[in-house]
């Protein structure tokens, strides 16, 4: 019997992606995606961290702006065709983003909203792959822009959080470990 259940474990099965929750309706999908998708996942928390680093004031600011760019770019995508970001080119977004956290000067405002309107464009292009329509479209958007703003305030807070409680360069070691992370993605091949 052992015999046979490791010969079962070991038959390729097919594999399909985005159904780590299976199927959960378009609003819960659209939330859940930065969490099931990696790329996603990983550009949404580089944009974090880097807000990390920055003072509240500058948060105050770049945060809404990033979630309005991503809400627009759902917005849009629902009348255009947009092209669907690769998996190297987010990661090479996210390498740039993680590494421009760990510069320990304070970057001006006017590259944080421009950072934060082209990370919003890039992290929004991924749910548009969809081929919803009507009211599941609505849904799903909504779903996914609550899930880009929820789980970007997550990583933010933790990393926040880290900086005042456990060491105050914690941001920065996370930082450079998503850069990390972000290199081996992008050179991978996917």
Not at 10 to 27: E, I, M, R
Not at 40 to 51: E, F, P, R, W
Not at 139 to 145: A, K
């Amino acid at each position: 019997m052992k015999r046979l259940s490791l010969i079962l474990i070991g038959l390729p099965a097919p594999a399909s992606a985005h159904s780590a929750f299976g199927d959960l309706g378009p609003f819960y999908q659209g939330l859940l995606h930065p969490v099931a998708d990696p790329a996603q996942g990983l550009l949404v928390a580089a944009g974090a961290i880097a807000l990390a680093r920055q003072p509240i004031s500058v948060v105050r600011k770049a945060y809404p702006t990033f979630v309005l760019a991503a809400f627009l770019t759902l917005l849009i995508g629902t009348w255009l065709v947009m092209p669907q970001p690769g998996v190297a080119l987010i990661a090479l977004s996210s390498l740039v983003i993680s590494l421009g956290a760990l510069i320990p000067l304070r970057t001006p405002v006017m590259i944080v909203y421009g950072v934060a309107i082209a990370q919003g464009v890039l992290t929004a292009l991924p749910l548009l792959g969809s081929e919803r329509a009507g009211r599941d479209l609505g849904l799903m958007l909504f779903g996914g822009t609550l899930g880009i703003a929820i789980f970007t305030l997550v990583v933010w807070s933790a990393a926040e959080w880290a900086d005042r409680r456990i060491f105050h360069v914690a941001s920065a070691v996370l930082a450079a470990w998503i850069a990390a992370i972000s290199l081996m993605t992008a050179i991978l091949p996917s």
